[in-house]
């Protein structure tokens, strides 16, 4: 299938926002004070508040006849254009895809004035978190870092590194949503409870492991009621999108914390996500088979008749303040996941666990069968006893203070290319007295 063609000046196929792609986010344009909502093209953000205050989405309705333009007129997150569901959420897309496609419509294509009102230079934006996030879970889905994980923390074999539970179920725990932050914005290293030596007390300090986790997350677009449940072969449509995101880690808070409730203070401080939501529309010619789940019996509640995931390389990035440019360490792919985003939001919600639009969830750190797939410092620097090689003298166990943390996504088709910009965030110096 060949890339759409574009009217729009030195338009590329091959860049991240490709007219295949058509994103969702939220942003403040230039001379204005308050975010709205936008998608992006290339280096153009196009504003969907003034697509709807232009009329261009007045003959768009959803399954139950509510209005499309309503979700945009004044809205400054994506929240309302969630919750009206997949077909509105496609229907837009395609009116945005013909209203920029050569040979499409050409009501803004003709109208400067119309342009100036719509179209705005991407560097002139400052990105807003998408959507108001009422509830954020992660999960714990790679095999493979789970694996790692247990054979650090618990010893013994790789073999008998998982737990139980994880071979039946994608295990998560309810994560802080007031913490979620936009791709850019400064996170200050954490402090907590530390006890490195186990026979002696516990201390307050700086954390001395600070970690990025590589991970993706679901934004859910129609939720369900309380008391029922999603069905894992409903789960998608269901589904938003998909965003970048770095689950900030303390590991020795982690690792003092953690029993017998799970993580707390170590994961709470802060979560960084890429502001553009990609739908799975967009990534539909990137399905490719999921990982066979041969570990245990897959429960009738979680068994797909079409098992699939996404093929989506991942990179993570470490550029430290000292100037000597960015060092990839990581390269992974979102199709390593033993557990899939359909089955993560049905088991969710199998205790009757409404979800609201909005709502955000993550894969937990995506790590592949290969030392350069893993998606942690603490895999691999392996616990900080194999320092990486940043180049020019500089290495790392774990992250720094000053440090930019740097994630990038993207899924290659022919000839175009659907991404999700990156997922960056600065490390700043533990506060004063904390």
Known sequence: MPALPCWLPAYTPLDDFSLENIPFGAGVLPDSSSACCVTRINTYIISLNALADAGLLDDLTTHAGLSVRSAFTAQSTLNAFMALGRPAWRSVRTRIQELFTIGGRRDIHDDESLQSKVMHDASQVKMTLPCTIGDYTDFYCSKEHATNVGVMFRGGPPEKALMENWKTMPVGYHGRASSVVVSGTPVVHPSGQLRPDPSADPTHGPCRTVDFELEMAVFVGTGNDMGTSIGVDEAEDKIFGMTLMNDWSARDVQKYEYVPLGPFGAKN???????WIVTLDALAPFRTNAPVQDLAPVL????????????IDLKVAIEPASGEGASVVCRSNYKHLYWTAKQMLAHHTVTGCNMR???????????GSDASSFGSMLELSWQGT???????????????DGDNVVMTGCAQGDGFRVGFGTCEGHVMPAASGR
Do not use: C, M
């Open 300 to 311: 009738p509640y979680l068994t797909e008749k079409h098992r699939h995931t996404f093929d």
């Open 269 to 275: 401080w802060a979560t960084t996500i890429s502001p």
């Open 357 to 367: 639009p909005g709502d955000l969830f993550a894969s937990g750190t995506i790590s």
């Open 386 to 400: 194999r320092p990486l090689d940043l180049g020019n003298g500089v290495t790392r166990t774990f992250v720094q």
